[in-house]
């Protein structure tokens, strides 16, 4: 990352929600930069908020649930204070768009799928009618669709999920966004269309000139295509760097739980690794370190003081009381010392 | 933190603590009632109904004459409300007061007994319809008839033939009001039957009635509360549609639909005619509802938490 | 298509025969001193009477009634009407009770589809807040207060206060004498059109192709106009075709509320004197109706919701 232009600045965000009179904490003073041109993924199990956080930067938020504290700077304005329509308006579709998880909801079933894509041309792009049109369809030739101007006029039921995710695809790009927000863009589909997915985004991004930030649980998705990595667990960052550096050199305890899941890295014939336990009730104020109660070589101090960041190369933080140099010395798992050495075992 | 510094030291790892995630243990039944108590206003309609409910019997207690064997006194026809006839008095010089709370408990009755035979006729039916697959086409056969044919003619018929009485009608509201609620339960048991849980205890060999009646009916309980709902309010209304037409209860029974039909040509010079038998009505049909709406609601898993 | 449609033609015709034939019994078992006026009944000996019933042909036995009534029904020919109007034929007497009923229901209809849907529009775009209340507050009271109650105020408020004429009139002032009727028709049909514009509306906004379309940079009221709107009225839709159709039956009570000659209490007004051929008749057009009308939904459901392609839709609705 030679290129240091932050596009967006993320710092000490909170996110409650109000559910049925109860207050559910479910960001907890989250900060992230993210730079011009990268490839950025969050990862983190269902419920650790990563979800929750990037919908915030672009305004999207269920009902209940408000930024309580913090700001998100984007193009010189803290877009955590913007309250009306009118202002998200600027913003999305123009600056960042999104692509949702589930290709089969998300597009309308009775409007042709060319005319939801011209509808966010005509919008953003200041042409009408049949100028229009003929980017809608340059626009599906590009993500891929064979046939475009035919399927121009199609229904979302006449495509395939995989399909229906391009078309998804090619609406949230039609606009030019320069940030591309992908939740869980290949969750829902068949492994084998996973990867032309996630390769096709990869090429729009460089196409495009896009910033991606992908939202995923799979660290498999994550090392095909990510620059950095950030690591959330309960509502925080608790650790993020580059890919690199977390597959490789990971500190927090859950991020190696997580590396340690992964089925690549299992022997034949041994139980793979789950992670023990649940994750925290986020209705509950935590104390300490939220994956101390699950970490099987927690520290005392785990349980009662919330760690800071510390540096471990410039670009690498991990938010462990490990780092601290009153830790007393231990080794790391085995397997995640040997992690490069593994991984090349198992792929050569 | 003066001793920050001695907590560096490693814990024993306790998997208890790692599956603590704070959820207390969940009821069914305990988390209804909770829903249900925390919204005021279902509370105070809930209120409002029972409050109602209880005065009627107090009313005709109260109440100087029987409502059964009022005397008509033609010199007394249309005597404001006052001190003797606290409501006044019907166009033959009756008392209006005990007509009045008298057919607001009839009102109630019917749409009991009413409910309470639509839910036992409709759950039993409805249950069947949807678990056993070869009664499939049976049913919707027979649905289909019933429902296809006015029920007027039913109702006619039977005020014809059996006659007018208060059981007579209550059997065949009874008769005729199952299908909407048989339907919704087959609906819902075709939608839950198949899942997962029920195949596997199928192949476990556990009998039918079981299934129906552990895995699959406390699904429908939310369903079964707004018919109820539903129900209570519109067999009140039914009764006093056929009563007025004729072809409901027999004219001198004092019911909310005969009450109308005597006032419908006085009470636009005596309002209070319609008055007090509109307020009365008005305020338990619209408790009720409103009430078996929240409870429905609270008894719905979905919105438990 | 043609395959499909046929089949549904073939299963409507039996669904009208059954009726048909259950109703003809049930009509068997009201006992025959129905037949004859109580001045009749006084007067008649027993011999007359059965030679009367003979006459009629309800003496017969019932198979053979039936198959009389069948090959009738087939031939078109539903028979004279012996009470309500002596000596019409059927079609006539239901005819001109047709044209009020549709008339009037016409009318209550369209005033309610239009009123309801933006009340449901008008609920959905304000949910939750004051003009959403009123909106519920409305559909609680219609829905839950017997409509002989609602009415009875209608009618008092309407007759005393502003004036309207409290029973229908044929002869003078008709149209304004009908004002009473339909504000009592479309009271109902407001409250089920809104209840269900503003489901369906919320059921919509909550969709994952709404968060795509707020992501694109839509406005509000452009996902309101351009995709909410149309998707909810689809399965409103659906139940259109049947509601206009029912429109000819009529409403019993309004009808006979406001003394409307209308189609309402034609059937039990026929079913009271014993007049079989009208009940027969009227039975059957109204399962003719009935199955028309779903039919017909299901044909609009096909053209505006490209979805839905000619595939079997049996069973409950």
Redesign the interface.
């Known amino acids: 990352m030679e290129n240091k232009d932050i596009i967006l600045s993320a710092k000490d965000v909170e996110i409650e929600f109000s ?3 109860k207050k559910l904490k479910a960001i907890r003073k989250c900060s992230l930069d993210i730079y011009r041109g990268e490839t950025l993924a969050i990862v983190g199990e269902s419920g650790s908020g990563k979800s929750v956080f990037t919908k915030s930067f ?1 305004g ?1 938020l269920d009902s209940n649930g408000y930024i309580t504290n913090g700001e998100i700077m984007c193009d010189g304005r803290d877009i955590a204070k913007f309250k009306t ?2 202002e998200w ?1 600027t913003l ?3 600056k960042i ?2 692509v ?1 998880q ?1 290709p089969m ?7 042709k799928i060319g005319v939801q894509i011209k ?2 041309i005509e ?2 792009r200041g042409v009408k009618g049949a100028e229009a049109k003929d980017i809608a369809i340059e626009m599906l030739r590009k993500v891929g669709i064979p046939e475009p101007e035919r399927r121009y006029n199609q ?1 979302p ?1 006449e495509f395939s999920g995989g399909m229906r995710q391009r078309v ?1 695809i090619a ?2 790009v039609s ?1 030019n966004p320069e940030i591309l927000i992908c939740d869980e863009p290949t969750t829902a589909l068949d492994v084998t269309i996973q990867a032309q997915i996630l390769d096709l985004i990869r090429k729009l991004k460089e196409e495009l000139n896009m910033t991606v930030i992908y939202i995923t649980h799979d660290l498999g998705v994550v090392a095909n295509v990510a620059d950095r990595v950030a690591v959330m667990y309960a509502g925080q960052i608790v650790e993020y760097g580059l890919a690199e550096e977390i597959f490789f050199d990971a500190w927090h305890p859950y991020t190696w739980a997580l590396l340690s899941a992964l089925p690549q890295l299992g022997e034949k014939g041994e139980e793979l690794e789950a992670i ?6 986020l ?2 104020e935590i104390k300490g370190d939220a994956f101390a ?9 785990d ?3 919330e760690p800071p960041f510390f540096d471990i190369t410039e670009t690498h933080k991990a938010k462990t ?1 490990y780092l ?1 140099p ?3 010395k ?1 080794e790391r798992p085995s397997n995640i010392v040997n992690y490069r050495e593994i991984i090349r075992r198992k792929v050569y | 933190m003066e001793n920050e510094d001695e907590l560096f030291y490693f814990v024993p790892y306790n998997p208890e603590h790692a599956e603590a995630i704070g959820s207390e243990n969940y009821s069914y039944w305990k988390s209804v009632f909770r829903n249900f108590f925390k919204k005021k206003v279902s509370v105070i309609m809930l209120g409002i109904f029972l409050v109602v409910f209880i005065f009627t019997f107090i009313a005709l207690s109260m109440s100087k004459f029987d409502p059964l064997n009022l005397k008509t006194n033609s010199d007394l026809s249309f005597t404001k409300p006052n001190q003797e006839y606290w409501f006044g008095t019907d166009n033959i010089g009756r008392d209006y007061w005990s007509q009045v709370w008298y057919a607001t408990r009839i009102s109630i009755e019917l749409a009991g007994i009413v409910a309470l035979g639509e839910c036992l006729i409709g759950i039993t039916i409805g249950l069947i319809w949807g678990y056993v697959r070869k009664a499939d086409g049976f049913f919707t056969e027979l649905y289909n008839i019933i429902y296809n044919v006015p029920r007027i003619i039913y109702l006619t018929l039977i005020a014809l033939v059996v006659g007018r009485s208060f059981w007579i009608m209550a059997f065949s509201l009874m008769f005729f009001g199952w299908l909407p609620m048989a339907r919704n339960v087959r609906n819902l048991v075709f939608m839950y039957r198949d899942r997962e849980y029920n195949l596997a205890s199928r192949c476990l060999g556990t009998p039918i009635h079981r299934i129906l009646l552990k895995n699959i009916l406390p699904y429908l309980v939310s369903v079964i509360i707004l018919r109820l709902a539903l129900s209570i309010p519109g067999t009140i209304a039914t009764e006093s549609t056929l009563s007025y037409l004729g072809l409901g209860l027999d004219v001198n029974t004092p019911s909310l639909g005969i009450l109308l039909r005597n006032a419908r040509t006085y009470f636009l010079d005596f309002p209070y005619l319609l008055v007090f038998p509109a307020i009365n009505v008005s305020i338990i049909t619209v408790a009720f509802y409103l009430a078996g709406n929240a409870f429905s609601d609270a008894a719905d898993p979905k919105t438990h938490r | 298509m043609v395959k499909y449609t046929l089949k549904r033609l073939l299963h409507g015709i039996i669904t009208v025969f059954i009726i048909a034939t259950v109703v003809f019994l049930l009509m068997r078992m009201l006992p025959t001193d129905y037949f004859f006026t109580e001045e009749q009944l006084m007067k008649f000996t027993d011999q007359q009477k059965e030679a009367a019933l003979n006459a009629a042909g309800l003496l017969d036995p019932i198979t053979e009634q039936l198959g009389r009534f069948y090959l009738n029904t087939v031939k078109g020919d539903f028979g004279i009407s012996r009470r309500l109007q002596a000596g019409q034929p059927v079609v006539k007497v239901i005819g001109q009770k047709v044209a009020i009923s549709t008339k009037l229901g016409v009318v209550a209809l369209s005033i309610s589809l239009v009123l309801g849907v933006i009340m449901g529009i008008i609920q959905t775009v304000k949910k939750d807040k004051i003009p959403d209340h009123i909106g519920t507050a409305y559909t609680v009271f219609v829905n839950s207060v017997p409509h002989l109650v609602s009415y009875s105020l209608i009618l008092a408020f309407g007759s005393r206060v502003l004036n309207f004429p409290a029973i229908y009139s044929s002869r003078s002032h008709t149209i304004l004498s009908c004002v009473l009727p339909v504000t009592c028709l479309c009271l109902t049909s407001i409250a089920g059109y809104g209840l269900w514009t503003r489901r369906y509306m919320v059921d919509e906004l909550n969709k994952d192709y709404i968060k795509l379309a707020k992501v694109k940079g839509l406005s509000s009221r452009q996902i309101m106009v351009k995709h909410i709107l149309k998707n909810a009225f689809v399965p409103l839709a659906q139940y259109l075709p049947l509601s206009f159709l029912e429109t000819i039956g009529g409403s019993l009570l309004v009808e006979r509320f406001f003394s409307v000659p209308g189609m309402g209490p034609l059937l039990t007004d026929a079913i009271n004197r014993y007049d079989l051929n009208v009940v027969q008749t009227l039975v059957i057009f109204y399962a003719v109706i009935g199955v028309l009308g779903v039919f017909l939904g299901d044909i609009l459901m096909m053209i505006i919701d490209p979805r839905i392609k000619l595939a079997d839709r049996e069973g409950v609705r």
Do not use: Q
Not at chain 1, 105 to 111: A, G, H
Not at chain 1, 293 to 299: V, Y
């Open positions: 559910l049925r009179g672009i999207m329509e009118k308006r999305r579709g123009k768009s999104m949702m589930d909801t998300s597009l309308n079933p009775l409007k509808e966010a919008l953003h229904y039921h998804v609406i949230a606009c023990e336990g649940t994750p925290p009730n209705f509950v109660p699950r970490n099987k070589r927690a520290l005392a101090i349980f009662v003081k009381w601290d009153r830790c007393p231990f």
